[in-house]
């Protein structure tokens, strides 16, 4: 641990620190005195020699403690024997032991085991009129627990009495009974002024219960009472009282096995209300946790699900049984869901039942222990039974609330496998929604989870609900305009049911009182900051406007158009985040469903919305991909009617073989050494005709396509001969009109895709890449190819001209891979890899394609199998060694870096791979000057260095000794720098000595030099700082390689240049105090790195994470006396005691800040002790008080106290305060330690107060 900086109400005394040696004439008077008051107050022992003493803290990493004790000489005669243990084992006749005192405590027997003991034995019940007196007479938890088990067996009444007063002393010891309230005032007038206001000493857990007995206890109590109705009710109240109070108690019954004795007393008295109500109220209470939650579910196959269900049958007037069941049912599905979302995960405790647990869904589960003769599904009689609850107490609120949260999680066709049982579910669910909406108007939390409730069912609602969907959820909206939960629901039901609607349906006439349309632009109105809100009421408006002119008018009057542009605008602080962008795609898209109306239009132009996304399109590069095509669909509606196209001029009236014959003559004329590009445009325009005359021959579209793919190529060359914008998508309609129509005839399918690819590749290089006209277009060619492949997936020539156009259509629009993930193209083109495993430019093509579409696509995992990974393993180890596969290795080994990212399914699947580690470092060898190969190798060892076994085959292949290369050789590309670092951080601790310290590339001078060639970039002096650390924790050795290579200066800058940077600190101080752990190093270090560790606690003093880790460097460094002076001139007490003063509840902030006070409070060897103000003495006290449950920090406070006893100034200020001497007996007592004769020694110096 380690301590803060300075400032507020702990810091010392006029800010400076006052040390001053003891003489020797001093001590001995002082040591005179010391006798002769103990010898008035009769508890002196004047033959006992007293001596300064102290423990001082090393900086190893396992936390033992030294005795180096501070000499204060007495007299000449007792300079022999430098501290009071050697005084003490020189009398005893012992001697030390390697440098450290052996001593012989005698243990007392404990009162409390002895207690225990007699427990064990058998004891006979004793008489009831005995049993009531015993119990009447408990004042405690314990006493009553104790009482009780003598008599569990005993009378009703007895019984009755003994939960009744475990009851009363339960609530009393957690603050909630008048008893409790008189302790306190009690305390309040007993307890010293200057510690009023800090400190509070009652601590209710001590008279609460320790253990779980108490639990097994209340199970047998109901277990020998089992037919006792009345002892089961009480039985199961105090059970939910305690598990109310601390979720300690709760975890005590859920892990006690006898816990079904709670079901087993519902099930014996089912008729019972009071038993089915409290027995539901306590398992949900037991349910509120996840975890607990999960092992009420593994108990007994379905024993609590089925009590639960069971209760929702119990007869009552109002419900409450009802309420407490629906509570607990939620809580549980609630749990099954959490775990069924994450049980993917290896590294989750109980990950593989959580499985098993998910296998089956909870309406399932409910659906077997439904209390009626119904023979339908689970899940639907399930449903059923909470919706006819439900309409059973429609009077109790809370059921109807959690009865609609039970549906929510519960309700998935996707479990019903008779889809008419959805509509009649839905349709019983809206129609008792409208009644208990009636009839709870005033209730916020109802329509909340109404609004929840239809937002999912909406999902999968039918046509003949929709009316019922948008009326009870434009009332819901209206009723609470000021939910945020009920707009978002609201607007996202909105959206459902109009998306879900066929495009021929007739839209909602503009005065429909269920449109939503006011509803939706309140709510945008209301949460103008909800990003949530925003986003969904985008897209209900587009949905509503989509198809309907007098709901554009509507949202026009109404202000929609300024509230979607206020959406858009919506400030976020990180403009790429999904939901940013989400909800900026989805007010584009309601503008172009709003711009088709002219009207409509003319507003969005007069208030500028058009030319700010024209320039934003010409200013921001760094558009989503997704955002960006939106936009230009926009942008391509709200045109001003011009015609992008031109009219095709018809050739004469020529046949089609002569215009066959024309297209060749061209295509002669174009191939020969003497044409000219100035020709083109004007060929180009004569085969476009041509093409539009003829769209059902073949040759005409097989020559003309041929003369294009020429045409093309020259202008790509050429440069000046690119056709204009205007005509692109006319070009582009051309050429995929033909080769949708002749895709069944081979050449003039190739000779399409050969244009295709030409004619993208040319306008790669121009500035009409983006035109907004080719969008569609180039989509829909991007299908047509697809289509072809699917045709001609075993023919190699054909395939080699389909994936040359496919990959240059692809890198036209980056989202374009996108549509991959619907239509099979991976899966083609894998299988047409494999049939053609000699064909290298398939391959590269195939490759390039893949790589597209894995560095845009979020399901790349959907797509992940063993054949892809082969494929592209067996293409890098056959195109490593070419020198013309760079740009294809690059685009392979960055496809096993996104597979190496999707965490454990893509790691496990590349790691059975036998050669992947072999593979990757031979690309990172290959190309050592690739900044994108070294990166990409790099982050894909480290992502798949999951144990110290890999990491030993990383480093044994190389995979080491290149990430240090790669460091070496590219240290001035920050990119590179980083990932090295981070993968250095996980390989080091499985690398080879050998490797790390070789005379060539050694590990410790490299990153030191990485780290001090990029002294302004944040990311590489962290990612360097906790290399260094990782490596520093081999061994000694590496610490003294960092040190001797700069690496305490380098660390001490990047500390002081990033003061702010609350990860930069932490991670320095980690180092900082790894590499001062040789005694060695410590001088040094402290040079370097007191002053920066105190200013970057100082800065970041309120988080304890960074407290601990600085207060540990700061111990670690004080160990050595020529530190303690930097440490005290930098202000390390005063931050010190900051620290204690901001985390005093924090035991390891506390007992850090106290240890390391310990060390620089006295000076071993200029025999010094810091004297200690009113300030410092109150921070210790409130310190002590507040953790007196923590053995560390009593312990560390003691030896601090004991340590500034060695002055006399000290010695006065600690007698003025009486609490002291208080608080160092009760350590003694609560723990029954004498902290090595350290507390005897401070109780000496303070007889007085004795």
């Known amino acids: 641990g380690s301590g803060g900086g300075g400032g507020g109400s702990g810091g010392r005394g006029g800010g400076s620190t006052t040390r001053r040696p003891m003489t020797s004439q001093e001590a001995s008077a002082a040591f005179e005195e010391r006798v002769q008051r103990k010898a008035a107050n009769g508890a002196a022992n004047p033959s006992l020699e007293r001596t300064a003493a102290s423990s001082s803290w090393d900086g190893s990493s396992d936390g033992k403690v030294k005795a180096a004790d501070v000499v204060v000489v007495k007299s000449a005669d007792a300079l022999k024997y430098h501290t009071i243990m050697d005084r003490k084992l020189a009398g005893e006749g012992k001697a030390m032991t390697n440098g450290e005192p052996t001593t012989t405590t005698t243990l007392q027997k404990n009162p409390l085991q002895e207690k225990l003991e007699r427990e064990k034995k058998p004891q006979a019940s004793m008489p009831e009129a005995q049993a009531r007196a015993l119990i009447s007479g408990c004042s405690s938890c314990a006493e009553v627990i104790d009482a009780l088990k003598r008599n569990c067996s005993s009378t009703q009444a007895v019984i009755l009495l003994a939960l009744e007063k475990l009851r009363e002393c339960l609530l009393d010891a957690h603050g909630l009974g008048g008893a409790m309230d008189r302790q306190r005032q009690r305390q309040q007038q007993q307890r010293p002024p200057s510690a009023s206001s800090t400190m509070d000493p009652f601590d209710p857990s001590k008279k609460g219960f320790r253990n779980e007995g108490w639990a097994k206890l209340m199970m047998m109590v109901m277990s020998s009472h089992s037919s006792n109705v009345i002892v089961q009710i009480e039985s199961l109240r ?24 709670i079901a087993h007393a519902m099930e014996r008295h089912g008729a019972e209300e009071r038993v089915q109500e409290y027995g539901c109220g306590l398992l949900a209470c037991l349910a509120s946790t996840d975890r607990h939650a999960r092992r009420l579910l593994e108990c007994g196959e379905g024993t609590f699900v089925a009590r639960l269900m069971r209760a929702l049958y119990c007869p009552g007037g109002k419900g409450h049984v009802q309420e407490n069941a629906l509570r607990g049912l939620v809580r549980l599905s609630s749990s099954l869901s959490s775990l069924s979302s994450s049980s993917s995960s290896f590294c989750e405790e109980d990950g593989s039942r959580g499985v098993d647990a998910a296998a089956e869904s909870f309406a399932r589960r409910m659906g077997r222990h439904v209390d009626d003769d119904s023979a339908g599904e689970p899940s639907v009689n399930a449903i059923t039974a909470v919706i006819i609850r439900m309409e059973r107490y429609s009077n109790n609120l809370s059921v109807q609330i959690q009865g609609n949260r039970l549906l929510w999680n519960i309700f998935d066709p996707d479990d019903i496998m008779d889809l008419d049982y959805v509509d009649i579910l839905v349709g019983k669910t809206l129609k008792h929604l409208k009644h208990v909406m009636a009839s709870h108007r005033n209730s916020q939390g109802l329509h909340e989870t109404i609004g929840c409730l239809l937002s999912k069912m909406s999902r999968f609602m039918q046509i003949d609900s929709r009316e019922a969907f948008l009326r009870i959820a434009a009332d819901t909206m209206r009723a609470y305009s000021n939910s945020w939960i009920v707009a978002l629901h609201g607007c996202r039901c909105f959206a459902n049911v109009y998306a879900r609607s066929p495009p021929t349906s007739s839209p909602l006439a503009p005065s429909s009182s269920v449109d939503g349309i006011p509803e939706i632009i309140s709510s945008m109105e209301t949460f103008p900051e909800h990003r949530g809100v925003q986003s969904e009421a985008c897209a209900a408006l587009s949905a509503i406007c989509i198809n309907a002119p007098p709901n554009k008018a509507k949202v026009q009057q109404l202000g929609g158009i300024d509230r979607i542009k206020s959406a858009f605008d919506l400030f976020h602080p990180n403009p790429n985040e999904d939901i940013c962008v989400t909800t900026k795609i989805r007010a584009c898209t309601a503008l172009i469903s709003l711009a088709v109306d002219p009207i409509v239009l003319s507003e969005i132009r007069a208030k500028g919305i058009i030319t700010k ?22 942008l391509q509606v709200a045109s001003d009617g011009e015609d992008l196209g031109r009219s095709l001029i018809l050739l004469d009236t020529s046949g089609e073989e002569e215009t066959c014959h024309c297209i060749r003559a061209n295509l002669r004329v174009i191939t020969s050494p003497d044409f000219t590009p100035t020709r083109i445009p004007s060929v180009r325009s004569s085969v476009l005709r041509a093409m539009r005359r003829f769209p059902l021959s073949a040759s005409v579209h097989q020559d003309g396509c041929k003369l294009l793919a020429c045409v093309f190529s020259i202008a790509f060359d050429d440069g000046d001969s690119i056709p204009q914008e205007e005509i692109l998508p006319e070009v582009l309609e051309t050429i995929v009109l033909s080769l949708a129509e002749h895709k069944n005839i081979a050449a003039t399918a190739a000779a399409a895709c050969s244009a295709l690819q030409n004619f993208c590749v040319m306008l790669s290089q121009s500035d009409s890449c983006d035109s907004p006209g080719l969008n569609n277009l180039l989509l829909k060619s991007l299908s047509e190819v697809v289509s072809t492949i699917a045709i001609y997936n075993r023919d190699r020539d054909n395939l080699e001209q ?31 890899m494999n049939a053609s495993p000699d064909s290298v430019q398939l391959l590269r093509q195939c490759i390039g394609i893949l790589g597209q579409f894995f560095f845009v696509s979020q399901r790349t995992i959907d797509f992940l199998n063993d054949g892809i990974v082969a494929i592209i393993m067996r293409f890098i180890e056959k195109e490593v060694d070419k020198d013309d596969a760079a740009d294809a290795i690059d685009i392979a080994i960055n496809i096993i870096l996104i597979i190496s990212d999707k965490g454990y399914q893509g790691v496990t699947a590349l790691l059975r791979h036998e050669r992947l580690v072999d593979v990757v470092v031979s690309c990172m060898f290959k190309y050592p000057n690739s900044s994108s190969v070294q990166c990409a190798g790099t982050d894909i060892l480290t992502n798949v260095s999951l144990d110290n076994y890999i990491r030993a085959d990383v480093c044994h292949k190389g995979g080491t000794s290149r990430i240090i290369y790669a460091l070496q050789q590219l240290r001035d590309d920050t990119q590179v720098v980083s ?26 001078v490299i990153m030191v030099n990485a780290m001090t060639a990029h002294p302004q970039n ?16 081999r061994s000694d050795a590496f610490k003294r390689e960092i040190v001797n290579a700069g690496g305490a200066e380098a660390i001490a800058a990047a500390m002081t240049r990033f003061v702010a ?19 060695d190093l410590k001088v040094r270090m402290g040079q370097c790195a007191i002053e920066p560790a105190i200013n970057g606690l100082a800065a970041h003093m309120s988080s304890e994470k960074i407290c601990e880790e600085a207060l540990g460097c700061l111990k670690c460094l004080s160990t050595i006396a020529a530190n303690k002076e930097l440490l005290e001139d930098n202000g390390a007490i005063e931050a010190i005691y900051s620290c204690m003063w901001l985390h005093t509840h924090n035991q390891i902030v506390c007992k850090a800040a106290l240890a390391a006070l310990c060390n620089i409070s006295v000076n071993v060897e200029t025999n010094e002790v810091v004297e200690i103000t009113a300030e410092d003495l109150n921070a210790i006290v409130v310190v002590m008080r507040a953790n007196q449950t923590s053995k560390p920090v009593q312990e560390s406070a003691i030896i601090l106290l004991r340590n500034f006893t060695f002055s006399r100034n000290n010695v006065h200020m600690l007698e003025q305060y009486q609490c002291i001497v208080p608080l160092v007996e009760a350590a003694m007592s609560n723990f029954n330690d004498h902290f090595r004769g350290r507390a005897e020694d401070v109780l000496r110096v303070l007889p007085s107060i004795r």
């Not at 105090?238 to 709760?250: E, G, M, P, V």
């Not at 940077?1061 to 005694?1079: D, I, N, Y």
């Open 1061 to 1079: 940077s609350k990860e930069m600190q932490a991670k320095g101080f980690v180092v900082v105090w790894s590499l001062a752990v040789p005694r």
């Open 613 to 634: 996304f024209i320039y934003l399109l010409e200013e921001d590069s760094d558009i989503p991909v997704k955002l960006r095509i939106v936009i230009q669909e926009l």
């Open 979 to 1004: 990932k090295a670092f981070s993968a250095l951080a996980n390989l080091a601790s499985g690398a080879e000595v050998e490797i790390l310290l070789s005379p060539d590339a050694p590990a410790p």
């Open 802 to 832: 389909l994936t040359g156009a496919l990959q240059a259509v692809c890198a036209m629009r980056e989202g374009l891979a996108l549509s991959f993930e619907t239509d099979g193209t991976i899966h083609l083109l894998v299988a047409a």
């Open 238 to 261: 105090i059970l939910w009282t305690i598990a109310t109070l601390h979720q300690r108690y709760a975890s005590h019954l859920v892990s006690n096995p006898q816990i079904k004795e």
């Open 1018 to 1033: 944040l990311n590489v002096q962290i990612c360097g700082a906790y290399s260094l650390w990782a490596l520093s924790a």
